[in-house]
Structures are given as structure tokens and as C-alpha cells.
């Protein structure tokens, strides 16, 4: 066996809570194909509708498999190469253009037809993976650049040529419900299926760059698979009135509400998800070094290494159970809302970083770098529903590029002492959380009856079908939160 898989004695305990974990993550899959199975048989579709689902899934679930194989052994390849100043400079150039590309997309994405945008996502998925090959520190900066660019454009781009597609076609509304929960499914069978696969190419295929190298195949199989895509039609570019009327509109709901909650709440939201999603961001990077450190090692040289392939997967896993424990809370208790559910979430996560920061042992990081997986997947679903309810939908993607800049700021700043002190770091990651529970409770205390989320989905479904359908595009959003949650774990 490789040097890789060797593991300490003294760390057996926490990898039996690991296999747990990645144990509890196939239960979950078991109890959610058997839901699957029962809504199917609901819902009856055509052969030519399931060609459709397949053709889509079949390019997306690879796309995302492409994702997850690159950032498995990101920061272990990185830390190999250069030190700890240089990865946290190529992570933040990666970082700022995935979010750059997030912004511009919101506001302007519409010209530029779908299948396009996935045809360059998977260009520069391959662009990336070829870069990193090389170990020359402005070629890894540029894969880190080109893998940001592609990792915007497949968390936007793919299931808007479905939703598209879907309705151009003619297919009934309610079927969306079919295509999501067959995703969710096939999205947790990836997730755990990914620690082994992506070990076995690190062992098989040249150790860390491996993935990389296997990357490229998926690739090259996924461009095949979409030339079968239909060409989708482009929208013009909007003019500089179009987006000072869009901004006006914005200002005006943010002083003025929308029924829902008002100015306040629209800031209360936004706030919440840019503390949350720059502290996840940071995460990305700390959970590498956290483990190394945490088993008596450093980071040049950390002596017997993890199966960081299986940590990977079982941080997955945690983001799906995440997801399911919100679904079923939801559920269970009438009197559960998301803005209390994204409250529980944010503290959950505030406490995990403030005890990361605390230097435990590998046993503690494990569980706490678990416990914050879960909390992810607690607060996409939270996150997505509070997002319908306060945010009107004419004004929604300019809302949302303005949290995305605030989420880089707070990201530039958190890797700036991250490169100093990775224990301050992790404090300031807590904090930041803490704010998001803070905005996420002042907005429970305020709109916490839960009597908005149908009205908002209602709204989100006349958007898309012309006044049909609210009650399908509910399930259709709940499914957008789990593919949410690939753009934040995917950067791992």
C-alpha cells in the first residue's frame, strides 16, 4: 500500500468517524432513491422527455464530476509545489474570478446563448487541468484563473439551457419536480462515489496531479456529450438604460420593500450571504493545512498523509445529509423557518471555526470540518427560500452581484491574514458567521410565521411559465439549492 494511504494509530478514531459519517451519507442516498421511486411513480413522463433528462444530466453530472476530480487534491498539489504565501495568492486569483464572472453573469448573462457558455465552461475546465501539469507558478496562477471562470459559468449556465429547453420544448411544467429529484439523487451517488474514484486515480496516475490528468478524459467524453445539445436562442445585450432603470428598481425595493419584509430585510439577507459564503470560501483553503497541522506534522513535510480523496467525499456527504435534515425539518415542524434554519446553520458554523481556532487534535478538526459541511447544506436550502421571499425577482441577480462583491472583499481580507496567522483566520471566519446569524435571526424575529415562502415560490413560478406552476417551481428551487451547494463545495 502507498504512503499515502498509511494512516497513524493515533488516528484511527477519527477516521472510524469519517467512514460513520460517509455511512450515514449512504443511508441518506438509500432513504432518498426510495423517495425518488415513489415521486416517479407519480409522474408520468414520455420517452422523449427522458431522452431530454438524460442528455442533461448526463453533461452536467460529468461537468460537476470534472469539478470535483480538480479540487480534491487542489491545495495537496499546490502545497507540494509552492509555500503557503504563493497558494493563497493563486487561491485568491482563482477565488476573485469566479466571482467576477458571477457578477457579470447576473446582470448580463442573458446574451450569450447557454450551450455556448457550457461549451467554454468545459474549454476551461480542460484550459485548467492542462496548466496544472506544469509547476511554474504563473501557469498554475492562470489554471487557477480559467478553473474560477469555469466554475461560475457551470453553476449558472447548464441548468439554464434546461429550464429553457424544458419549456421550448413543451414539456408539462409539473416535470421539472421529476428532473430534480432524479439530480439530488445522482448528485449524493457522485458525492460519495467521488473519494474513491479520485484516490484511486492519485494512486494510478502519478499521485497528487493524478486527478488532473484523469480530469482531461472526463472532459474530452463530456464534449462528445454535448453536441447533442439543441442550440438555444441569445438574448440582445441590455443598454445603459435598461440597467440604470434595473438599478433604480433595485434601490427603490431595498427603500421601499416589496410587501415582504421591506428595504431591511432585502439588506438583512444579502448581508447574511455574503458573511456566509466568504467564510465558506476561506474554508476551502484552511481545511488542508488544519488537518496536516492537527496530526503533529507542517505543512512542507506532514509525515503520514490522509486519504484526502475519502476526507473530500465525506465533506460531500455532509453538505447532502445537510440538505435532507433541512428538507425534513421543514417538513416535520410547521413552525420551522428558513430564516431560523439559516440561523441554527450560521451559529452551527460560527461554533466549528471558533473551535478550530482553539487548536484541537485531528479527531476535533475532523468533526468540526464535518459539522461545517453540514451546516452548508443547512444554509443553501435556507439561503435559496429567504432569497424568494425578500428579494423581488425583477431585481434579484443585481441584489445578488452586490453580495457577491461584498463576499470578495471579505474574502480578500480573510486571506490576508490567513497568510499571517491561521488561527486569526479561523476567529474572523467565526465572526463572520456569527453576523450571518445575527442578520438570519433580526429577519426570523421579524418575518418568522413562514407565511411568505408560498407567495414567493408562486412569483418565482409565474416568472418562468407565465403564471402557471407555482407550486412545481417550489420543487424545482429546492433542487437549485443542492446545485447551489456544488459552487460552494466544489472549490474544496
Given at each position: 500500500m502507498s504512503e499515502f494511504l498509511e494512516v497513524e494509530p493515533s488516528t484511527s478514531t477519527g477516521y472510524a468517524l469519517s467512514?460513520?459519517?460517509?455511512?450515514?451519507?449512504?443511508?441518506?442516498?438509500?432513504?432518498?432513491?426510495?423517495?425518488?421511486?415513489?415521486?416517479?411513480?407519480?409522474?408520468?413522463?414520455?420517452?422523449?422527455?427522458?431522452?431530454?433528462?438524460?442528455?442533461?444530466?448526463?453533461?452536467?453530472?460529468?461537468?460537476?464530476?470534472?469539478?470535483?476530480?480538480?479540487?480534491?487534491?487542489?491545495?495537496?498539489?499546490?502545497?507540494e509545489m509552492h509555500p503557503e504565501q504563493f497558494v493563497v495568492r493563486m487561491y485568491l486569483a482563482g477565488a476573485a474570478s469566479q466571482l467576477s464572472l458571477s457578477v457579470l453573469l447576473e446582470v448580463m448573462g442573458g446574451f450569450v446563448p447557454h450551450k455556448l457558455r457550457c461549451a467554454a465552461c468545459l474549454a476551461l475546465q480542460a484550459g485548467s487541468a492542462v496548466l496544472m501539469l506544469h509547476p511554474a507558478f504563473g501557469g498554475l496562477v492562470t489554471s487557477r484563473v480559467l478553473g474560477g471562470f469555469a466554475a461560475a459559468l457551470l453553476h449558472s449556465s447548464f441548468e439554464a439551457w434546461m429550464v429553457e429547453q424544458h419549456v421550448g420544448q413543451g414539456f408539462p411544467l409539473d416535470w421539472f419536480t421529476h428532473t430534480f429529484n432524479k439530480l439530488s439523487v445522482a448528485m449524493s451517488v457522485l458525492a460519495v462515489a467521488t473519494g474513491p474514484a479520485v484516490t484511486a486515480a492519485h494512486d494510478l496516475a502519478g499521485g497528487s496531479v493524478g486527478p488532473f490528468k484523469l480530469s482531461l478524459v472526463l472532459t474530452a467524453v463530456n464534449g462528445c456529450l454535448l453536441l447533442s445539445w439543441r442550440r438555444d436562442s441569445n438574448k440582445p445585450p441590455p443598454a445603459c438604460g435598461d440597467i440604470v432603470r434595473l438599478v433604480s428598481r433595485a434601490w427603490a425595493a431595498m427603500a421601499g420593500g416589496n410587501g415582504g419584509g421591506g428595504g431591511r430585510n432585502i439588506a438583512l439577507v444579502t448581508a447574511a450571504q455574503a458573511c456566509f459564503e466568504a467564510a465558506t470560501f476561506a474554508f476551502a483553503l484552511l481545511w488542508t493545512p488544519l488537518l496536516r497541522t492537527a496530526g503533529g506534522g507542517d505543512d512542507g513535510y506532514p509525515g503520514p498523509e490522509l486519504p484526502w480523496g475519502m476526507v473530500f467525499s465525506q465533506q460531500l456527504a455532509c453538505v447532502m445529509i445537510g440538505s435532507v435534515v433541512f428538507k425534513l425539518a421543514m417538513s416535520l415542524s410547521p413552525g420551522t423557518t428558513a430564516e431560523k434554519m439559516c440561523f441554527w446553520a450560521s451559529a452551527g458554523g460560527a461554533l466549528c471555526f471558533f473551535a478550530l481556532s482553539l487548536g484541537l487534535p485531528r479527531r476535533g478538526v475532523q468533526t468540526a470540518l464535518l459539522g461545517y459541511e453540514l451546516c452548508v447544506g443547512l444554509y443553501l436550502n435556507a439561503m435559496g427560500m429567504m432569497r424568494s421571499k425578500h428579494i423581488p425577482q425583477e431585481v434579484r441577480g443585481l441584489v445578488l452581484a452586490g453580495s457577491k462583491l461584498v463576499t470578495t472583499t471579505a474574502l480578500f481580507v480573510l486571506l490576508v491574514f490567513l497568510s499571517e496567522n491561521r488561527s486569526i483566520a479561523t476567529g474572523m471566519c467565526g465572526a463572520l458567521l456569527t453576523a450571518a446569524a445575527v442578520c438570519s435571526a433580526r429577519s426570523a424575529r421579524e418575518h418568522g410565521d413562514g407565511g411568505g415562502d408560498d407567495g414567493a415560490f408562486a412569483d418565482d413560478g409565474q416568472a418562468l411559465s407565465g403564471g402557471k406552476g407555482g407550486g412545481q417551481k417550489r420543487k424545482q428551487q429546492q433542487g437549485d439549492h443542492e446545485e447551489e451547494g456544488a459552487e460552494l463545495i466544489g472549490r474544496r
Open positions: 467512514l460513520l459519517m460517509l455511512g450515514l451519507g449512504l443511508g441518506v442516498l438509500t432513504v432518498r432513491m426510495e423517495h425518488q421511486q415513489r415521486m416517479e411513480q407519480l409522474v408520468e413522463v414520455t420517452k422523449d422527455f427522458k431522452t431530454f433528462q438524460a442528455s442533461f444530466m448526463g453533461v452536467y453530472l460529468t461537468a460537476l464530476l470534472t469539478e470535483w476530480f480538480q479540487s480534491a487534491f487542489l491545495f495537496v498539489y499546490l502545497r
